[in-house]
């Protein structure tokens, strides 16, 4: 998992913590294991998963955020980025009026755009 890698890059965990989980979530999945329910390695996989989440978010290095409200920040990072976008453009579109630029051309997809070369 190479996220898990960034954590302890950054110092967060250590290795041994991690294989320390991975060793707990291997045992728990042992341990309810049925051989009705698959393959043990996809078995125990979510359970060794679960372990190092569980493990990240007791060091505070993860936190749950509730689905609406991560919607609902998705929402406000998109109009920040339509907002950038439109300020670009209108400083675009300023210079180009005031000929910043000078009188070199660019083309684009047919339309014609000022710009330097």
Same mark, same amino acid.
């Not at 042992?30 to 979510?46: E, L, M, N, T």
């Not at 749950?64 to 400083?91: A, C, G, I, W």
């Given at each position: 998992?190479?996220?898990?890698?960034? $954590?302890?890059?950054? &110092?967060?965990?250590? =290795?041994?913590?991690?294989? $320390?989980?991975?060793?707990?979530?291997?045992?728990?999945?042992?341990?309810?294991?049925?051989?009705?329910?698959?393959?043990?390695?996809?078995?125990?996989?979510?359970?060794?998963?679960?372990?190092?989440?569980?493990?990240?978010?007791?060091?505070?290095?993860?936190?749950?955020?509730?689905?609406?409200?991560?919607?609902?920040?998705?929402?406000?990072?998109?109009?920040?980025?339509?907002?950038?976008?439109?300020?670009?453009?209108?400083?675009?579109?300023?210079?180009?009026?005031?000929?910043?630029? &000078?009188?070199?051309?660019?083309?684009?997809? &047919?339309? =014609?755009?000022?710009?330097?070369?």
């Amino acid at each position: 998992m190479p996220h898990l890698e960034t $954590h302890v890059s950054e &110092g967060l965990l250590t =290795r041994e913590e991690l294989y $320390h989980q991975e060793d707990i979530g291997c045992i728990k999945a042992q341990k309810s294991y049925d051989p009705s329910k698959g393959r043990f390695v996809q078995y125990a996989f979510k359970f060794i998963k679960g372990e190092m989440i569980f493990l990240l978010r007791m060091k505070g290095a993860l936190i749950h955020v509730p689905h609406k409200k991560y919607q609902e920040m998705t929402y406000l990072h998109n109009e920040r980025e339509k907002d950038r976008l439109e300020e670009f453009s209108t400083m675009i579109e300023t210079a180009a009026a005031d000929d910043f630029w &000078g009188d070199a051309v660019l083309t684009n997809g &047919g339309g =014609r755009f000022k710009g330097c070369l």
